[in-house]
T-cell receptor
Framework: DTAVSQTPKYLVTQMGNDKSIKCEQN?????MYWYKQDSKKFLKIMFS???????INETVPNRFSPKSPDKAHLNLHINSLELGDSAVYFC???????????FGQGTRLTVV | GENVEQHPSTLSVQEGDSAVIKCTYS??????FPWYKQELGKRPQLIID?????GEKKDQRIAVTLNKTAKHFSLHITETQPEDSAVYFC????????????FGGGTRVLVKP
């Protein structure tokens, strides 16, 4: 019944590896996001997709590549992981303008 | 782009007292202002929101005020309880920005019993 679900919940990996985080929402929302929450709890938007189309791409290293196979899924692939990529990554979705953003449970990525 | 500043970064209150968190935003086009609560190790969850055509909104012990002229909005929690302890985020957004929500830096609230 989970509205926005992301996997895995925890991810520990070595520097230089490539990893993916998956996100799915069953709310029928058109817009999905990836946010990064650093150790100081600051939530920063990375990407936004509307109906499979990229609409927001903040200043994010091109090692990060989002992919949206359909409007219910937004995955995040990260190449050549670095120590500074360690954070909690949240997927979120909204129905439309001025509506509640529903967050996934987060993926805690630790790069060692 | 939009910039949202939030104060204070930490707030300690005695149970039963009120807590107030203030945010300012920079983009006058923003018209949607939600507040999220994030408990330790959990996801952010919406607790209240306000739109630019409204100056104040209340939901039980929680209220939000918006001053569009000054570009600031505030969250008020009355009769605080230990379960109100969490990190609170304000945000601002509007459709032309791709419905992007820009978050403030968060306020860690601790309610002491």
């Amino acid at each position: 019944d989970t509205a926005v679900s992301q996997t895995p919940k925890y991810l520990v990996t070595q520097m230089g590896n490539d990893k993916s985080i998956k996100c799915e929402q069953n709310l029928g929302h058109d817009t999905m996001y990836w946010y990064k929450q650093d150790s100081k709890k600051f939530l920063k938007i990375m990407f936004s997709y509307n109906n499979k189309e990229l609409i927001i791409n903040e200043t994010v290293p091109n090692r990060f590549s989002p992919k949206s196979p359909d409007k219910a899924h937004l995955n995040l692939h990260i190449n050549s992981l670095e120590l500074g990529d360690s954070a909690v990554y949240f997927c979120a979705s909204i129905r439309g303008e001025g509506s509640e953003a529903f967050f996934g449970q987060g993926t805690r990525l630790t790069v060692v | 782009g939009e910039n949202v500043e939030q104060h204070p970064s930490t707030l300690s209150v005695q149970e039963g007292d009120s807590a107030v968190i203030k945010c300012t935003y920079s983009d006058s086009a923003s018209n949607y202002f939600p507040w999220y609560k994030q408990e330790l190790g959990k996801r952010p969850q919406l607790i209240i929101d306000i739109r630019s055509n409204v100056g104040e909104k209340k939901d039980q012990r929680i209220a939000v005020t918006l001053n569009k002229t000054a570009k600031h909005f505030s969250l008020h929690i009355t009769e605080t309880q230990p379960e109100d302890s969490a990190v609170y985020f304000c945000a601002a957004g509007y459709k032309a920005a791709g419905n992007k929500l820009t978050f403030g830096g968060g306020t860690r609230v601790l309610v002491k019993p």
